[in-house]
């Protein structure tokens, strides 16, 4: 027997149900997403060798064909290349290895990220045990939360795959990595994945640690002393073979230079992060042994001096651009601008001037696709890089940081500032 509702439950009960009907329909446009992906995919690989080529390419044709369509997904969707990777593999697998997921997500019994989590297992199950796999394990697709399938998806792969778990392992363990992510208000989050024992072992030593240091006077929770123990072994500890002995971590920033003095509190910026609040900014000057003087317009905030004013392709020129660029300059491209190769964008070899308004740092993918690939760019005044995709497709990236080039007069300011201070100035 149904219990009776109020008629204020049956109007929230309405609203959870037309919810749940949009969400049901997300889930149909996610999987026209991936249908419209792999058929782009598929005749991209079409027409991949009637393509028109740079003669002096490196790359085969299906290697410029994949790097373009990736590309320009990215580019398109504005997400990471290697997120559009993902999106191309996952869409493939909807199309070919899964398709009953493919059916179910068109159904909107599923959303996509459990489709991805029954993408994600799949892809290491052999095909002969793909069937079997997706039919276990789709009824629990509708019912369970992603977290939970992954957890069922994981038992079941162990028993319907015929490696064993060591084999696959070693194989993993290849794939281990680790990164940074940006959060608000200058946090930032440290990933690494590794194998399990490591993770563990890492978290419990921090954690004992954490507990050893509590006590009566201790005012942090465990959670926050577990994670100061971790960041400091990091910054300051030496493994065992002696790896980071009298090595500290170390950042750039730039500090406006009222900011410095303690008459502003201008936020300062962090290399590779962005804004850090005032005090972090003045605390890592003051700890620094020896780091980048960069002073900045207190009220503009464009840069007034990075070493010398007068213009050369010498080491100040390139700190002027890593400080302009800070990251790759292909749209969308996030890797930092100090592992970056500082290219020509109109080419040497074609006239092209060593000059900051003819420069900009490119990762080495990025760079290898303006050289392999049907991609084109221009360089606008303000360092501002317009790219044509091989399709004919425009995408303008915008440096990170506003600052004048070395050699270009200073804003005028409305009132006097102090002298700039010398550039061996003790800080």
Same mark, same amino acid.
């Given at each position: 027997?149904?219990?009776?509702?109020?008629?204020?439950?049956?109007?929230?009960?309405?609203?959870?149900?037309?919810?749940?009907?949009?969400?049901?329909?997300?889930?149909?446009?996610?999987?026209?997403?991936?249908?419209?992906?792999?058929?782009?995919?598929?005749?991209?690989?079409?027409?991949?060798?009637?393509?028109?080529?740079?003669?002096?390419?490196?790359?085969?044709?299906?290697?410029? #064909? %994949? @790097? &373009?369509? /990736?590309?320009?997904?990215?580019?398109?969707?504005?997400?990471? $290349? +290697?997120?559009?990777?993902?999106?191309?593999?996952?869409?493939?697998?909807?199309?070919?290895?899964?398709?009953?997921?493919?059916?179910?997500?068109?159904?909107?019994?599923?959303?996509?990220?459990?489709?991805?989590?029954?993408?994600?297992?799949?892809?290491?199950?052999?095909?002969?045990?793909?069937?079997?796999?997706?039919?276990?394990?789709?009824?629990?697709?509708?019912?369970?939360?992603?977290?939970?399938?992954?957890?069922?998806?994981?038992?079941?792969?162990?028993?319907?795959?015929?490696?064993?778990?060591? #084999? %696959? @392992? &070693?194989? /993993?363990?290849?794939?281990?990595?680790?990164?940074?992510?940006? $959060? +608000?208000?200058?946090?930032?989050?440290?990933?690494?994945?590794?194998?399990?024992?490591?993770?563990?072992?890492?978290?419990?030593?921090?954690?004992?640690?954490?507990?050893?240091?509590?006590?009566?006077?201790?005012?942090?929770?465990?959670?926050?002393?577990?994670?100061?123990?971790?960041?400091?072994?990091?910054?300051?500890?030496?493994?065992?073979?002696?790896?980071?002995?009298?090595?500290?971590?170390?950042?750039?920033?730039?500090?406006?230079?009222?900011?410095?003095?303690?008459?502003?509190?201008?936020?300062?910026?962090?290399?590779?992060?962005?804004?850090?609040?005032?005090?972090?900014?003045?605390?890592?000057?003051?700890?620094?042994?020896?780091?980048?003087?960069?002073?900045?317009?207190?009220?503009?905030?464009?840069?007034?001096?990075?070493?010398?004013?007068?213009?050369?392709?010498?080491?100040?020129?390139?700190?002027?651009?890593?400080?302009?660029?800070?990251?790759?300059?292909?749209?969308?491209?996030?890797?930092?601008?100090?592992?970056?190769?500082?290219?020509?964008?109109?080419?040497?070899?074609?006239?092209?001037?060593?000059?900051?308004?003819?420069?900009?740092?490119?990762?080495?993918?990025?760079?290898?696709?303006?050289?392999?690939?049907?991609?084109?760019?221009?360089?606008?005044?303000?360092?501002?890089?317009?790219?044509?995709?091989?399709?004919?497709?425009?995408?303008?990236?915008?440096?990170?940081?506003?600052?004048?080039?070395?050699?270009?007069?200073?804003?005028?300011?409305?009132?006097?500032?102090?002298?700039?201070?010398?550039?061996?100035?003790?800080?």
């Amino acid at each position: 027997m149904t219990p009776s509702v109020s008629t204020a439950q049956a109007q929230l009960g309405s609203r959870f149900d037309a919810i749940s009907a949009l969400d049901r329909s997300l889930a149909r446009g996610f999987a026209q997403r991936a249908e419209m992906i792999d058929e782009a995919r598929r005749f991209s690989e079409a027409t991949a060798a009637n393509a028109p080529r740079n003669t002096s390419a490196r790359w085969d044709p299906a290697e410029i #064909a %994949r @790097r &373009e369509f /990736s590309s320009e997904l990215a580019c398109t969707l504005h997400i990471p $290349e +290697p997120t559009a990777v993902s999106l191309i593999a996952e869409s493939q697998a909807l199309a070919d290895d899964l398709p009953a997921t493919r059916a179910a997500l068109e159904a909107g019994e599923i959303s996509y990220r459990h489709a991805q989590v029954l993408i994600g297992q799949a892809w290491s199950v052999p095909t002969e045990a793909l069937a079997a796999f997706e039919e276990a394990l789709l009824p629990a697709a509708r019912t369970l939360t992603a977290a939970k399938l992954k957890h069922k998806a994981r038992v079941l792969r162990e028993r319907l795959h015929p490696e064993s778990i060591t #084999a %696959r @392992r &070693e194989k /993993s363990f290849r794939d281990r990595t680790s990164w940074v992510q940006a $959060e +608000p208000d200058g946090m930032a989050t440290l990933s690494v994945t590794t194998s399990a024992d490591i993770v563990h072992s890492i978290f419990s030593r921090a954690n004992d640690f954490a507990r050893g240091l509590q006590g009566p006077g201790e005012t942090r929770t465990l959670t926050q002393v577990r994670t100061d123990v971790i960041s400091d072994l990091l910054v300051d500890g030496v493994t065992p073979s002696g790896v980071g002995k009298g090595v500290r971590a170390t950042v750039q920033i730039t500090v406006p230079v009222m900011t410095l003095l303690g008459h502003s509190e201008e936020p300062g910026y962090l290399e590779g992060y962005g804004p850090i609040d005032p005090d972090t900014a003045r605390d890592l000057a003051s700890r620094a042994s020896s780091f980048t003087r960069i002073l900045v317009h207190p009220e503009t905030g464009v840069v007034l001096s990075v070493g010398r004013t007068r213009y050369k392709v010498t080491k100040e020129m390139r700190r002027f651009l890593r400080l302009r660029d800070e990251t790759c300059r292909f749209a969308g491209c996030n890797q930092p601008a100090r592992t970056a190769d500082l290219d020509h964008t109109h080419e040497w070899q074609d006239g092209g001037r060593t000059a900051h308004d003819n420069l900009a740092h490119l990762c080495p993918g990025c760079h290898a696709l303006k050289s392999e690939t049907g991609w084109t760019v221009k360089q606008e005044p303000g360092g501002i890089l317009t790219w044509h995709s091989p399709t004919g497709r425009e995408f303008v990236t915008e440096p990170s940081t506003p600052i004048a080039p070395p050699g270009s007069a200073a804003p005028r300011t409305s009132r006097p500032d102090r002298p700039p201070l010398p550039d061996d100035a003790p800080f």
